[in-house]
């Protein structure tokens, strides 16, 4: 790509497909570079994007979802008094009251809350239940010789991983799952310029779901899953709203799901496309973890997210103003070449793969990362068992080379909208 500059990264949807020259290109001129169609700092340095997503002292979250649309509420580039600005005008920014957009004080109460929800035992039990989910999932998906993964098996596996994982009571898990698989969870959709699409929640039916819930077991405690959301305490001890739980348990669901299944087909597409991959999976299920920290690196679900800054900051040897919005492009460091040899090849063998960023890093590392990474080692060592051979339909997608795929039109998310398989049963 010879002309950066002339590329719109937020509204090309040339960029769709395959973003990767152009991020290539801007990350070759400088690992931290200012695109003048919006002024967005777009970081695509692995080491530059580790030093923002980590650092919640001199970076804000809150226009973590929403970017540079609509922008923030008051002008504040160059200002000395960003911090009291972003606490002024936070609650007029959409999503401000979600985990991701959210800084310290609050953000630590409310993660440490979710952390309570999500504990290493129930992680535990939910994992040990995967295998019945998973082949239940897979006894609908595997019919006949082939079907399409996304709908067939990865939105519904997860949701019932999910599901279970929050307690949401059996007698309500269709609608749930129903409700969920309906709606476009995701957001920075090419072309919501105006910001539009953000002025209400995608998530705002588990708001209202699991208010109620919460509401319920607090008055009748039941010795469930809900019941121990409903007696979760905030560090102090105080006792949270339960809106504030339903907050943190929507953003499990997304962090939980969006991105398991963005990785579920990433992974198999490369498994389709790449035989001797499948040949060494299949042979060696050990290197299955290795594999999927390679597909998070070489196909990270999450394209980017934003940080304001909130003084002057010099990064990268770059001097970038105090209220600037910068990106952290994780699709972009997770191919830095100073950091990951040969980074546009595909290696499932890669020594330093886990090194990747695609789950952030620091206070906003993805809490649903360990859930992610289970889910997807289950699934696909069930896969593997229950096939012999798994093959990319060429009436789809066309023949091996000349691929044709349609992946999601936003420039916050990576992922297929579709992917049709072929598979002999074993």
Not at 154 to 168: N, R, S, W, Y
Not at 373 to 387: G, I, K, Q, S
Request: hydrophobic share 40%; charged share 25%; with cysteine.
């Amino acid at each position: 790509m010879t002309d950066v500059d002339a590329v719109n990264f937020f509204t090309d949807r040339g960029l769709v497909a395959d973003p990767y020259p152009y991020l290539e290109a801007l990350q070759a001129r400088c690992p931290v570079s200012r695109e003048p169609h919006h002024g967005v700092w777009m970081v695509t340095g692995w080491e530059e994007a580790t030093e923002v997503a980590g650092d919640a002292d001199r970076f804000s979250s809150c226009i973590a979802v929403t970017g540079p649309f609509p922008g923030f509420p008051v002008p504040v580039e160059g200002r000395d008094d960003v911090p009291e600005l972003i606490a002024r005008h936070r609650d007029e920014l959409p999503f401000y009251d979600q985990l991701p957009a959210l800084d310290p004080p609050v953000h630590t109460d409310h993660r440490a809350l979710l952390m309570r929800l999500i504990t290493p035992k129930r992680l535990k039990e939910n994992e040990e239940a995967m295998g019945a989910m998973v082949d239940r999932a897979l006894d609908d998906y595997l019919v006949g010789s082939g079907g399409e993964l996304i709908a067939g098996f990865a939105q519904p596996f997860t949701l019932m991983i999910i599901a279970d994982l929050l307690g949401v009571p059996d007698a309500d898990r269709d609608e749930f799952v129903r409700e969920m698989a309906s709606g476009a969870h995701h957001g920075g959709g090419i072309g919501s310029v105006k910001g539009e699409s953000l002025a209400k929640s995608p998530l705002e039916y588990l708001y209202d779901k699991f208010s109620a819930y919460i509401e319920d077991r607090r008055a009748n405690p039941r010795g469930d899953v809900l019941s121990e959301m409903a007696a979760a305490t905030f560090p102090d001890g105080s006792v949270p709203d339960p809106g504030d739980v339903a907050r943190v348990a929507a953003n499990l669901y997304s962090a939980g799901q969006e991105t398991t299944v963005r990785l579920l087909s990433a992974a198999l597409q490369i498994l389709g496309d790449n035989p001797e991959f499948q040949a060494q999976l299949r042979a060696d299920r050990s290197t299955i973890s290795n594999f999927i920290e390679e597909a998070l690196r070489y196909e990270s679900p999450v394209k980017g997210d934003f940080r304001l800054s909130k003084e002057p900051v010099t990064l990268g040897g770059v001097d970038v103003p105090s209220g600037s919005t910068l990106m952290v492009v994780q699709a972009a460091a997770n191919r830095d070449p100073r950091r990951f040899t040969d980074p546009n090849t595909f290696d499932p063998s890669r020594s330093n793969a886990r090194q990747h960023i695609a789950f952030g890093r620091g206070i906003h590392t993805c809490p649903g990362a360990p859930l992610a990474r289970a889910e997807a080692r289950v699934a696909l060592m069930r896969l593997l068992d229950r096939t012999t051979d798994i093959r990319i339909s060429e009436e789809h997608h066309g023949p091996a080379g000349a691929r044709r795929y349609t992946y999601v039109p936003t420039y916050i998310l990576r992922g297929l909208t579709e992917l049709h398989l072929e598979f002999d049963l074993a």
